[in-house]
């Protein structure tokens, strides 16, 4: 069993438009085959025509039971009808898991004005991404998107589930302090590629994560994700086999964890 935590349906290259139903069939085709069982789509901060907002990816993915919708948020333009709207969805049980943008977006993750966020979170129990570390363009401002500041949000939201996502690549010791500091936090290290590992890149990011686990213990905290359609799921899933743990500690990070964290019924699969 595995479970891709962090996959997006974003038109990358901005020059040709696909259409949703499209997107949807790539991923779907690409976990086939890796003999990925399931995914969850993260919606963007931004809605255009390359980036579909929740409500089209919610109807659209409805009937597809390997998918799950992370409904992205934005901090500069969220609304009082988004929040709304994100409510009905979670309250129908028609979205897994939130996620916010900094660094992308120039905001720190303690901001106070995200607080009504952080207990819709809470009050659905389900688990708050972020986007954290490098960002895919050079218009993004890394100071806002450093691990190290989600400590602040974990400690004053004990009950809100966090995920750090990209294990905050390149500041993975940062990382590796706020999980193992905090039960509250996990993170997935999707996203560190694009394509697929180099030979001496894949050595050293083994390297980075063996130390993690050695500092954090025991990989409760550790979720797989890709990122695709950013990096390889096939190169992703052969990163894995590089790990030096113990079977059981690789199903922890491939699926267990995160059907625990984002209540995903695995016998439905
Ligand atoms: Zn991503």
Same mark, same amino acid.
């Given at each position: 069993m595995v479970i891709d935590v962090h996959t997006h349906i974003n038109n990358y290259h901005e020059d040709r438009v696909v259409s949703l139903e499209d997107c949807l069939n790539q991923l779907t085709d690409s976990m086939g085959e890796s003999n990925i069982d399931y995914a969850l789509v993260l919606t963007s901060y931004k809605v255009n025509e390359h980036r579909p907002g929740i409500k089209k990816v919610v109807e659209a993915t409805r009937?597809?039971?390997n998918l799950g919708v992370v409904a992205g948020i934005s901090y500069l333009n969220y609304k009082q009808s988004d929040l709304r709207e994100l409510s009905d969805y979670l309250e129908d049980g028609l979205i897994k898991g939130l996620k916010l943008y900094p660094g992308y977006e120039p905001f720190y993750p303690y901001d106070n004005r995200l607080k009504v966020i952080y207990d819709l979170a809470v009050e659905y129990d389900v688990p708050m991404m972020f986007h954290s570390g490098d960002t895919f363009t050079s218009s993004g401002r890394v100071r806002f998107s450093?691990?190290?500041?989600i400590d602040d949000v974990a400690v004053d939201n004990p009950d809100m589930k966090i995920v750090i996502c990209h294990v905050g690549n390149p500041w993975i010791k940062d990382c590796m302090e706020v999980v193992y500091k905090n039960k509250n936090v996990y993170t997935d290290f999707s996203? &560190?590629? &694009?394509?697929d590992f180099t030979e001496k890149f894949e050595k050293y990011m083994k390297n980075e994560l063996e130390e993690m686990i050695l500092y954090a213990g025991e990989p409760k905290y550790l979720l797989f994700g890709t990122d695709w359609p950013i990096s390889s799921m096939k190169s992703y899933l052969n990163f894995m086999k590089q790990l030096d743990l113990p079977d059981e500690k690789k199903e922890l990070i491939l699926w267990k964890n995160a059907a625990e964290l984002f209540k995903i019924d695995v016998s439905q699969l």
């Amino acid at each position: 069993m595995v479970i891709d935590v962090h996959t997006h349906i974003n038109n990358y290259h901005e020059d040709r438009v696909v259409s949703l139903e499209d997107c949807l069939n790539q991923l779907t085709d690409s976990m086939g085959e890796s003999n990925i069982d399931y995914a969850l789509v993260l919606t963007s901060y931004k809605v255009n025509e390359h980036r579909p907002g929740i409500k089209k990816v919610v109807e659209a993915t409805r009937d597809r039971k390997n998918l799950g919708v992370v409904a992205g948020i934005s901090y500069l333009n969220y609304k009082q009808s988004d929040l709304r709207e994100l409510s009905d969805y979670l309250e129908d049980g028609l979205i897994k898991g939130l996620k916010l943008y900094p660094g992308y977006e120039p905001f720190y993750p303690y901001d106070n004005r995200l607080k009504v966020i952080y207990d819709l979170a809470v009050e659905y129990d389900v688990p708050m991404m972020f986007h954290s570390g490098d960002t895919f363009t050079s218009s993004g401002r890394v100071r806002f998107s450093q691990p190290i500041h989600i400590d602040d949000v974990a400690v004053d939201n004990p009950d809100m589930k966090i995920v750090i996502c990209h294990v905050g690549n390149p500041w993975i010791k940062d990382c590796m302090e706020v999980v193992y500091k905090n039960k509250n936090v996990y993170t997935d290290f999707s996203g &560190l590629v &694009l394509g697929d590992f180099t030979e001496k890149f894949e050595k050293y990011m083994k390297n980075e994560l063996e130390e993690m686990i050695l500092y954090a213990g025991e990989p409760k905290y550790l979720l797989f994700g890709t990122d695709w359609p950013i990096s390889s799921m096939k190169s992703y899933l052969n990163f894995m086999k590089q790990l030096d743990l113990p079977d059981e500690k690789k199903e922890l990070i491939l699926w267990k964890n995160a059907a625990e964290l984002f209540k995903i019924d695995v016998s439905q699969l």
